[in-house]
């Protein structure tokens, strides 16, 4: 007995020291599992930000996503905090020992000297009976499995991000919107003024006429700002040319074909309509041309607008009001907005059979593209299949 009590004063004695050192290797392996939850909840937090369309380089996301990951962590740590005698019953379950070790380590939360004899034997005969190998075996969790959780949650983040990376622009459409803002702030000059063709419209017709002048010209100066500030997002790109393509097909229809400013107006919507045609968008339904052809009978070349609208082949023509043969109208198109691109000014684009249409309005790389566009309509013609008209009346 005398020495059962040394030991017992010592410590060695006690099953506590076991259990202790097992309650801090249990700590260790819940904070590691806090951890990689906190992980993998940060990247599917941001998966979920991508998804939605957020940008990851915002402060913002990463704020929310961090205090949701921190969350994850801290209700993890609380909900499974390893506790001394939840620890000591758990090994006690797994190792078969009916109970023993939780009285055990319940009795020696007693002091020493107050401590009973029958309690002093029966931590004694634990240390006998069990190692601290057995006792870390059985009180570590299995948290290898929370290994895998933030790997997968970078795959969900990498998916979502490589799924949702927004198509890029061609580089030159640059060279199209500086162009497209001289003519439609010509367009407005010469609606503001009066001094022109369009003055014939009524006072309703023309203040609707300056009023969609206005817009456009504000859109084409929003998209010249945002090519110049180097955004290259397609689909944004894309809303904001298709918005000004209809309020230029609108300003079109209300301008009389051969007033100045209606030309002006053409060649601001043949320079839109290229650049809808880079970004991949789909060509707008046909328009009602009545008045257009109309106009451009009373101005001498009605017969041959006519013949390019039944055609196709003709509608870069017949979109600016004079037939092909319009000698004086063709200059006057290849005076406007080419005048100003760098590729004509440079004579890279040598004349071609597209540019004796009405003018080079295009930088020379895009004459593929126009051919291509001119032979499609008229290749459907000779097919007698209508539908790719709306590409040519666009």
Same mark, same amino acid.
Not at 167 to 174: D, H, I, K, Q
């Given at each position: 007995?005398?020495?059962?009590?040394?030991?017992?004063?010592?410590?060695?004695?006690?099953?506590?020291?076991?259990?202790?050192?097992?309650? #801090?290797?249990?700590?260790?392996?819940?904070?590691?599992?806090?951890?990689?939850?906190?992980?993998?909840?940060?990247?599917?937090?941001?998966?979920?930000?991508?998804?939605?369309?957020?940008?990851?380089?915002?402060?913002?996301?990463?704020?929310?996503?961090?205090?949701?990951?921190?969350?994850?962590?801290?209700?993890?740590?609380?909900?499974?905090?390893?506790?001394?005698?939840?620890?000591?019953?758990?090994?006690?379950?797994?190792?078969?020992?009916?109970?023993?070790?939780?009285?055990?380590?319940?009795?020696?939360?007693?002091?020493?000297?107050?401590?009973?004899?029958?309690? +002093?034997?029966?931590?004694?005969?634990?240390?006998?009976?069990?190692?601290?190998?057995?006792?870390?075996?059985?009180?570590?969790?299995?948290?290898?499995?929370?290994?895998?959780?933030?790997?997968?949650?970078?795959?969900?983040?990498?998916?979502?991000?490589?799924?949702?990376?927004?198509?890029?622009?061609?580089?030159?459409?640059?060279?199209?919107?500086?162009?497209?803002?001289?003519?439609?702030?010509?367009?407005?000059?010469?609606?503001?003024?009066?001094?022109? #063709?369009?003055?014939?419209?009524?006072?309703?017709?023309?203040?609707?006429? +300056?009023?969609?002048?206005?817009?456009?010209?504000?859109?084409?100066?929003?998209?010249?700002?945002?090519?110049?500030?180097?955004?290259?997002?397609?689909?944004?790109?894309?809303?904001?040319?298709?918005?000004?393509?209809?309020?230029?097909?609108?300003?079109?229809?209300?301008?009389?074909?051969?007033? *100045?400013?209606?030309?002006?107006?053409?060649?601001?919507?043949?320079?839109?309509?290229?650049?809808?045609?880079?970004?991949?968008?789909?060509?707008?339904?046909?328009?009602?041309?009545?008045?257009?052809?109309?106009?451009?009978?009373?101005?001498?070349?009605?017969?041959?607008?006519?013949?390019?609208?039944?055609?196709?082949?003709?509608?870069?023509?017949?979109?600016?009001?004079?037939?092909?043969?319009?000698?004086?109208?063709?200059?006057?198109?290849?005076?406007?907005?080419?005048?100003?691109?760098?590729?004509?000014? #440079?004579?890279?684009?040598?004349?071609?059979?597209?540019?004796?249409?009405?003018? +080079?309005?295009?930088?020379?790389?895009?004459?593929?593209?126009?051919? +291509?566009?001119?032979?499609?309509?008229?290749?459907?013609?000779?097919?007698?299949?209508? *539908?790719?008209?709306?590409?040519?009346?666009?």
């Amino acid at each position: 007995m005398p020495i059962v009590a040394s030991a017992d004063r010592s410590g060695a004695g006690e099953v506590a020291p076991l259990l202790h050192r097992a309650l #801090r290797a249990v700590g260790l392996a819940r904070l590691a599992e806090a951890v990689l939850l906190a992980a993998t909840a940060l990247t599917c937090v941001l998966a979920a930000a991508a998804l939605s369309g957020g940008t990851l380089s915002r402060p913002a996301t990463w704020g929310v996503a961090l205090l949701c990951a921190s969350l994850v962590a801290l209700t993890w740590w609380l909900e499974k905090r390893p506790r001394p005698a939840r620890l000591a019953a758990r090994v006690d379950s797994k190792l078969g020992l009916g109970g023993s070790l939780l009285t055990a380590y319940e009795a020696e939360q007693t002091p020493p000297e107050r401590r009973s004899p029958l309690a +002093r034997l029966l931590s004694a005969g634990l240390l006998r009976r069990i190692s601290e190998r057995q006792v870390l075996a059985a009180a570590l969790p299995r948290s290898l499995p929370f290994a895998a959780l933030p790997f997968l949650g970078a795959g969900l983040l990498a998916i979502v991000l490589e799924g949702g990376e927004p198509e890029r622009a061609v580089p030159w459409l640059g060279e199209l919107s500086g162009p497209l803002v001289v003519e439609l702030s010509q367009a407005r000059g010469l609606l503001n003024s009066g001094q022109d #063709r369009a003055g014939e419209l009524s006072p309703a017709a023309a203040e609707e006429a +300056r009023h969609l002048a206005r817009q456009a010209l504000a859109s084409a100066e929003a998209l010249d700002r945002a090519l110049a500030g180097g955004q290259d997002d397609a689909q944004r790109l894309a809303l904001q040319t298709r918005r000004l393509q209809e309020r230029l097909g609108e300003l079109g229809r209300l301008l009389p074909p051969g007033s *100045s400013a209606g030309v002006a107006a053409d060649r601001a919507r043949a320079l839109t309509d290229a650049m809808a045609m880079a970004l991949g968008l789909p060509s707008l339904p046909a328009r009602d041309r009545e008045s257009a052809e109309a106009g451009g009978g009373a101005g001498g070349g009605g017969e041959a607008e006519s013949e390019a609208g039944r055609d196709g082949s003709g509608a870069l023509a017949s979109d600016r009001g004079g037939s092909a043969g319009d000698g004086e109208q063709a200059a006057d198109h290849g005076t406007g907005a080419a005048a100003t691109l760098p590729s004509a000014d #440079r004579g890279v684009a040598p004349a071609t059979p597209e540019a004796a249409v009405g003018g +080079r309005w295009w930088p020379g790389h895009l004459d593929g593209i126009v051919r +291509r566009w001119h032979d499609a309509g008229a290749a459907a013609h000779q097919a007698g299949d209508d *539908s790719s008209a709306p590409l040519l009346d666009n």
